[in-house]
Structure formats: C-alpha cells, structure tokens
C-alpha cells in the first residue's frame, strides 16, 4: 500500500494509496457523478488530460473487459487505450466479479501507466470542485516534481483524433463522421442502423464530399481552438446536407454559426443529467461529458435552443428553423448509458432520407 496525494492548484492536499500505475501525473481535475461505466468513461477521448473523480463510493468490484473487436473497433471501450490523466477513487475494489471480466482495473491502468489513488475522500473533494470550479492538480507517489498543466491551453483534438480516413461498412445511405474525439459508440449507432460509414479526421476537408449526412462528434477541450473544422462547417451551412453535432461537435456547430461558446465553472459528467426539450417540457435523463457549453443568448434569428438543463438551465441542444441542422450537447449513443435519446439517430436518419 503505497501511499499518494493528489495536490490542487490552490495548495490543498488529499492523500490515500496508490493503484494502477506509480507515475506522477498532471492535469485538469474533474468529477463524475455516475454510478457504473468506468470502462467506458476512463476510455471516452472528451477526458483527454483530465483527472478524474468519480463519486460512486466502489470503484473495480465489476473488473474490465477484454480487447474482443467487432466491426474494426473495440468491442467494450470507446477509444483505443485510456484517455484520462489519472483516477481518483473512495473505495478501490482488490477483488472483481462479472462474467465478462478478464483483468482488474488496477492492472489495466498498469499497463496503460495511468497512476489511480484510493481511499480519498471524494464527497469533500467534489464539494471543492463543486465550490470553486475545475481546477489543475497533480497526482505524486514519492514527493516527485512536476509542474501544474492546464490542457485546455492545447489542441486536444488534434491529439486525439485519427490520422487517416477510415471506411467502415457499405450502407444505404452515406455518413461522414468528423473525429473530434469519436467515442466508438457513435459509429456503432450507424453501423446498426445499415450506413455507410466514413470516418475522417478533424481537420479533413469534407465541404465537397458526396454524403448524406454529417456528424460531428464529441471530444476534448476548447471548441474555439478547432478552426479548421469550424470553417468547413461555415461552408456547409450554406447547403442542406443534414447535419448533427454531439456534444464538442454542438459546440462547433453553434461557432460556426455566429454564437459563443463559454467554460462551464465545473462541468457535466455523469449519465443522470437531466435535459428538458424545449416547448414540451418533456425531461431525458442523458449522458454527458462536457466542460464547455453554448451561450443560447448569442444564436442568430435562424436557430433556436432545443434543450436545457435540468439542473442550471444551461443549453443542451440547438436546431436550425428551417434546415436539417441539429445539436446536442448530450450524448445520444450514451454509454454507458441511458439510452432515452437514441432517438435522435433515427431523426437525423429521416432527415438524410
């Protein structure tokens, strides 16, 4: 039981034991209200740089899945390795139980070198962030030297995005998918429903492509930093070619739009957020991941808010008001879960038919 501190950029310090791997790490701490889905969130790109808080007390008692693929992708996770700068827990579980289960979190983190404390006391640490907002911090093992870093200052995206376009499958109808920061998820919800699937990096070119429809997707960071992707997106407004943006890719859209965008003092994270529909006051309970959002008072006369938040009335969503142009900052493929917003797949689907 190695002990370990996570130091915050005002000076406080919460101690407890390492796990996962002993490095030192530095970066953006942040907090996640979930219950379940660590695999899937430790592996979500929008983490990029961040260190992570989840609040639910017991943390590994389910293990990690194996490196099954289907469809070229990682079966279990949404991203090819660990996204998050570091992990920081209440109660770490030795031991782990599920059938699909082949390794424990600890050793995942171990062979990805990603440092994890335990045995901290998460509900005093998120009240912190609660209070005064995100903050930089840094996990170290043996008093090591490392200097604070904000990630926000780089190009996340660029950092994780893919190279290289790649093709996924012959479909009915042909959808370019922008990688921001593409939680695997996204491309499965149109892999099921019989698309062909095209995926390019952010800053690819995609304003002469022949589609049906485009998506931009999730990722990390500031939106305004994506330039290049916001630029194409100007140009395509212009046409009808329907497009959906989750989560980053709202941000962008809204941007390329003519509204602002802001920094969230803390943040959503969590799959309990919830999300009123606009002129329906009917409420999802969504997943999200998030630490900047649009400024609704900023959209032009041409769009109008679709969703907000339950809980501070911050924007969830924008729709064009006679193009097949949406935004939500929620994530619709949602996993882990719910899935009570899948369906607006299947509305962007209509829309491309």
């Avoid at 911050?314 to 493929?333: D, R, V």
């Avoid at 899948?342 to 491309?352: Q, Y």
Wanted: glycine letters at 8%; one cysteine or more.
């Amino acid at each position: 039981m190695q002990e370990a501190k996570l130091i915050l950029e005002d000076g406080s310090k919460f101690s407890g034991f390492s796990f996962g791997s002993h490095a030192p790490t530095t970066g953006e701490v942040v907090f996640n209200t979930g219950m379940v889905g660590y695999p899937e969130s430790l592996t979500d790109p929008s983490y990029r740089g961040q260190i992570l808080v989840l609040t639910y007390p017991l943390i590994g008692n389910y293990g990690v899945p194996g490196n099954e693929r289907e469809d070229n992708l990682l079966k279990f996770f949404e991203s090819e390795k660990i996204q998050v700068a570091g992990l920081i827990v209440t109660d770490y579980s030795h031991e782990y139980s599920h059938w699909n289960a082949k390794k424990s979190l600890s050793v995942w983190m171990q062979e990805q070198n990603i440092p994890g404390i335990y045995n901290v006391d998460t509900r005093e640490l998120t009240k912190k962030l609660r209070k005064k907002g995100t903050m930089l911090g840094k996990i170290i093992h043996d008093d090591e030297r490392i200097s604070l870093r904000d990630p926000n200052k780089q190009n996340l995206v660029a950092e994780v995005s893919i190279q290289k376009p790649i093709v996924y499958k012959k479909g009915k109808l042909k959808v370019l998918l922008v990688d921001c920061g593409m939680k695997n998820s996204i491309i499965r919800a149109f892999l099921k429903r019989d698309f062909s699937v095209v995926r390019v990096p952010w800053d690819y070119d995609f304003t002469t492509e022949d589609v049906d429809g485009i998506v931009l997707s999730n990722g990390p960071g500031d939106p305004k930093k994506c330039n290049e992707i916001i630029e194409h997106v100007k140009t395509m407004l212009s046409k009808n070619i329907p497009i959906l943006g989750i989560c980053l890719g709202s941000q962008i859209l809204a941007l390329a739009a003519g509204a602002n965008t802001y920094k969230l003092k803390y943040g959503h994270r969590s799959q309990n957020q919830p999300c009123m529909e606009c002129g329906t006051n009917r409420c999802y309970i969504t997943s999200q991941n998030h630490g900047y959002a649009v400024d609704a008072d900023t959209l032009s006369q041409d769009w109008r808010e679709w969703f907000t938040n339950g809980n501070d009335q911050t924007n969830e969503g924008i729709k064009h008001l006679s193009k097949p142009f949406f935004g939500a900052q929620f994530h619709p493929e949602a996993s882990p879960g719910p899935d009570d917003t899948e369906f607006l797949f299947d509305l962007f689907t209509r829309a491309m038919k």
